[in-house]
C-alpha cells in the first residue's frame, strides 16, 4: 500500500528562521510529489515535482525531490506569520492514479 | 469560473441517517477523488474516479458510496451515519494528467451525533 510520511508533524519557530519540512514515500509507480499549503480550508497549491534533483522555487518557498531516497524537502526562509499553516504533501502513483497525502506538518510562526 | 463546488458546507447527521455530498466541477477534469480530513491530520482518500462510469476505492472506503455518471458530477453517499464519519470532506479534481495540481472544493464539515 502506499505510504507517505511527513515531519515533523508540529513545528514553531520564531519570525524570520529557516525551515525545512520533510516528506518521505513508498509508491510503487511513482509519478510525482505535490506540495500544498493549508490554512483555514481547502488546501492550495504549492509545488509539483517530477525530476530528482531540479529545485523549485516561489519566493521564499522552495522544494526538492530525491527519487533515489525517495523523499522531499519544502524549505521556507525568513518566514513570516502568515506561513503558519498545515503544509501537506502527496504521491502520485502512475498505475492507478491515487494521491496519497501525508499527515501534513503544522508550522506555527511566532512573531 | 466556479471550479469544484461542493454542497453542503455543513451538515449535522443523526446515528444510522444517510446523506448525498454532492461535487461538480466545470473544468471537464477526467479525475476526482474524495478525501476526509480528521482534525489536525492529512487528508484521507475515499474513493477515486479516473473517468464517467469508472469509480475506485482508497483508503477508507467503508461506509461510503460514490457514482460518477457525468465527467462533472461526482457524489458521495453516506449510508447508516456512524460517529466516526465526523470529518471534513474534500472534493477534488484534475484534468488529464494526474500529475498536475489538484483543485479542491471549500469542503463539507460533516457532524454525526
Known amino acids: 500500500e502506499d505510504k507517505v510520511v511527513q515531519s515533523p508533524l508540529s513545528l514553531v519557530v520564531h519570525e524570520g528562521d529557516t525551515v525545512t519540512l520533510n516528506c518521505s514515500y513508498e509508491?510503487?509507480?511513482?509519478?510525482?510529489l505535490l506540495w500544498y499549503k493549508q490554512e483555514k480550508k481547502a488546501p492550495t497549491f504549492l509545488f509539483m515535482l517530477t525530476s530528482s534533483g531540479i529545485e523549485k522555487k516561489s519566493g521564499r518557498l522552495s522544494s526538492i525531490l530525491d527519487k533515489k531516497e525517495l523523499f522531499s524537502i519544502l524549505n521556507i526562509t525568513a518566514t513570516q506569520t502568515g506561513d503558519s499553516a498545515i503544509y501537506l504533501c502527496a504521491a502520485v502513483n502512475f498505475g492507478n492514479e491515487k494521491l496519497t497525502f501525508g499527515t501534513g506538518t503544522r508550522l506555527t510562526i511566532i512573531p | 469560473n466556479a471550479g469544484v463546488t461542493q454542497t453542503p458546507k455543513f451538515r449535522i447527521l443523526k446515528i444510522g441517517q444517510s446523506m448525498t455530498l454532492q461535487c461538480t466541477q466545470d473544468?471537464?477534469?477526467?479525475?476526482m477523488y474524495w478525501y476526509r480530513q480528521d482534525p489536525g491530520m492529512g487528508l484521507k482518500l475515499i474513493y477515486y474516479s479516473v473517468g464517467a462510469g469508472i469509480t475506485d476505492k482508497g483508503e477508507v472506503p467503508n461506509g461510503y458510496n460514490v457514482s460518477r455518471s457525468t465527467t462533472e458530477d461526482f457524489p458521495l453517499r453516506l449510508e447508516l451515519a456512524a460517529p466516526s464519519q465526523t470529518s471534513v470532506y474534500f472534493c477534488?479534481?484534475?484534468?488529464?494528467?494526474?500529475?498536475?495540481?489538484?483543485?479542491f472544493g471549500e469542503g463539507s464539515r460533516l457532524t454525526v451525533l
Open positions: 509508491v510503487t509507480n511513482f509519478r510525482s
Open positions: 473544468m471537464n477534469h477526467n479525475y
Open positions: 477534488a479534481s484534475t484534468g488529464g494528467d494526474p500529475t498536475g495540481e489538484l483543485f
